[in-house]
Every structure is written in C-alpha cells, then in structure tokens.
C-alpha cells in the first residue's frame, strides 16, 4: 500500500533510513559484534578471490561492494555483468568465492551464473538478496537478507542502498576475523547510524531536488553523470535511474575519460551532474566540470559538506568516505523521479521495463 504517496518509488526513497536501521537491528548487536553465519565467514574468508555477480542496479551495487571488500578483507574482488558471465570463459581461482546480488533472487542471467557455479565450477556462493526464499537464495550455500521490505516500484532504490550496507557489514566482519586493521578500527555500528541520519537529511531537501530537476532535466534530450572512483560507480546507477525512469538519454562517465572522448557531447545547455564525495579526487572532477562548463554545460554538482563551495547544488552530509554511496545515490533517485513526473510518465511503470527479469 503506497498511503498518501503518488508513487511507490517516492515512498521506498523515504523508506531508506528505516532500512538502514533495521539492516542494524538484524546483523549487529548492541557490543557492535557484526552477525552472520559462522560457517559463510568460515568458507569466504578462505577465498582467494572474491565475485560478485549481479544485474542492472544490483551489478552497480556490486562495483561498490569491491571497493568496500578489497578495502576491508584486502582480497581480490572482480564484479561480473550475469548476463555477459553467463556465457564468458572466465578461468576461475581455486579458492573462489561467489557472491550473487539480487533484490528479487528470480533474475535469470544471475541464476544462469550459479547453475554454471553449482555444477561446472563447483565453488561456495552467497545470495544476498529481499526475497528470503528465492531462487537464487535456495540454490547458493548461503543467504542473507536485504530487509529493504517489498520494493515495489521497477526502478530499484532501497535494494540498492540495502545491498551496499550488507555487504558494508560483511566486508567488515571478514576483516575483523582476519584481524585487519582497517576493518577493526572501523565503526560500522556509529557509521551506520550517521548514514540514516544523512540519508534522512537528504530526503528532506526534496523540494530542492525538484527545483533542480525543473530548471536543468525537464525538456533535455540527454544528461551526464560524472565523477571519479566511488563516484563514478554512483554516476552509473544514477544515470540509470534517469534513462529508466524519464527516458533521457543519460551516461555515467570516469571524470577523467571525458576528455579522451565524450566531452566532444557537450553542447550548449547539456546537464552534467557532478559526484564529489572522495577527497582523493575531488580537485580533479572540479577541473572536469570546469572544463565541460566552458563549454556551455549546465552543471548540477553534488557533493560533501566538508568538500564543498558556495556554489554547489546539493550538500550530502558527510559520513566516512567509503559509505557515501549511500547518501549521494539518495539525491540522484530523487533526481530521477522529479525529472520522470515532471515529464508527465507514470514513474512507477516505466516503459518496456519488468520488475524482475525472468528471462535471459
Ligand atoms: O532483482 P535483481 O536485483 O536481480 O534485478 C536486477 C535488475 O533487473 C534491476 O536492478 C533493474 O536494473 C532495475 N530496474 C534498476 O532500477
């Protein structure tokens, strides 16, 4: 039941902190231990390589996820599209480890990869899924839940920030087993509690959002998400909550590959929207803006309050750098449903789109 909501997707954006507290509730305890089952932290800590393989929003999810798994446990993590791995011939480790992300656990391109892990490759897998006794959770060694409850609408948001945490939480209760330093000074428990707070924040300057949406995304052909590292994987599933959703023709880009290309895009008036979240590279996806700026762009930026200027747009409050993925995507869903509703589209039925994908 969507209450007093327009859409389904507006009230599952709303949702995001609740999710954020309840993913807290379900895997850690009040000493800040992390829970999960000791026999999964037993086989993936014995991996030698780690995969992740997932679809749409849950592949984006995934890109996250390898940063925070190499971050965390330092093993080395290769995030695979299903439906390319599905028919790849990859050469796989000895001590590989597979981890499936799925909201729905029904996407046939993912369950491909695991008929393949199961019978032909024979290695432990994970689900990390919404929908506790699905397909892909029944047929992996191990699940574990998203808690997101139902999502509805077909464009994913919940999902996504529900998978980045989980997997947050088992990167960091892997490292700490491993006695990694940076997975055991981290606190996942106070870091979790600021991202609630931030995404709520961000949910809270919808009416800005909107504005913005109105002024630069109403009549656009295209627009482009840019930035860098963490940002970068942000800029891809922000973009393609556009296209899904408002029919724009919007890309993610590196920052630092426009100019081996695409800047040759921007005209007059294209919208660029800017991520600047990480320290280590902010400076240079400013010189990028700047550069597609004097080229006639209409730039929204987004970025961290303590990385920030007068002039940017849409202030993210800042929690540590490696979670904020889950306060920048908030303000590019928002984006992605102004932009969908001022066009006049029904936003929770985009069309030729299916909530889940059951065919390949
Ligand atoms: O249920 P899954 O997470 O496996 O679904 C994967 C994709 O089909 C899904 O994320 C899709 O890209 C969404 N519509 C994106 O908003």
């Known amino acids: 039941d969507k209450g007093t909501y327009p859409y389904y997707m507006l009230k599952e954006v709303d949702e995001q902190p609740a999710v954020i507290r309840r993913i807290e509730a379900k895997y850690l305890d009040h000493a800040g231990n992390i829970h999960f089952d000791q026999a999964l932290l037993d086989q993936i800590n014995q991996a030698s390589k780690l995969y992740i393989v997932g679809a749409g929003t849950s592949y984006h999810a995934g890109l996250v996820g390898k940063k925070l798994f190499e971050k965390f446990t330092k093993t080395p993590t290769e995030v695979v599209l299903a439906s390319e791995f599905a028919y790849d011939d990859p050469i796989i480790e000895d001590q590989a480890f597979f981890i499936f992300l799925s909201q729905s656990g029904e996407t046939a391109d993912s369950r491909q990869v ?27 060694d191990f699940s574990a839940t998203l808690e997101a409850g139902p999502e509805i609408a ?10 980045i945490a989980v997997e947050a939480l088992l990167a960091v209760a892997m490292g700490r ?37 109105l002024a630069t995304l109403r009549k656009t052909r295209n627009a482009f998400y840019i930035g860098r590292g963490l940002d970068y994987n942000v800029a891809l599933e922000s ?12 890309e993610g880009f590196a920052s630092g590959e426009l100019k081996h290309g695409t800047i040759a895009l921007i005209e007059d008036g294209t919208p660029v929207i800017g991520i600047i979240t990480q320290s280590k590279t902010a400076d240079h996806t400013r010189s990028n803006l700047q550069e597609v700026l004097s080229r006639g762009a ?44 001022q066009r006049g589209y029904n936003v929770d039925q985009p069309r030729n789109l299916a909530k889940s994908v059951t065919v390949e």
């Open 177 to 213: 087993e491993k006695t990694n330093a940076t997975a055991v000074n981290f606190d996942i428990t106070g870091q979790l509690s600021k991202v609630a707070n931030a995404i709520q924040t961000v949910v809270d300057e919808k009416g800005k959002i909107e504005e913005l949406a």
């Open 154 to 163: 077909v464009a994913s948001t919940k999902a996504y920030t529900a998978q």
């Open 298 to 341: 209409n730039v929204i930026t987004m970025v961290s309050e303590d990385l920030a200027n007068s002039t940017d747009d849409i202030l993210l409050p800042v929690v540590d750098e490696m979670l904020m993925p889950l306060v920048s995507v908030i303000a590019a869903q928002l984006l992605a449903y102004y932009a969908s509703l």
């Open 114 to 140: 695991l008929v393949r892990v199961n019978d032909e490759w024979q290695k432990p897998s994970l689900t990390i899924t919404n929908v506790a006794n699905s397909t892909l959770a029944r047929e992996a």
């Open 239 to 250: 973009s393609l909550k556009l296209k899904e959703i408002s029919y724009i023709q919007a």
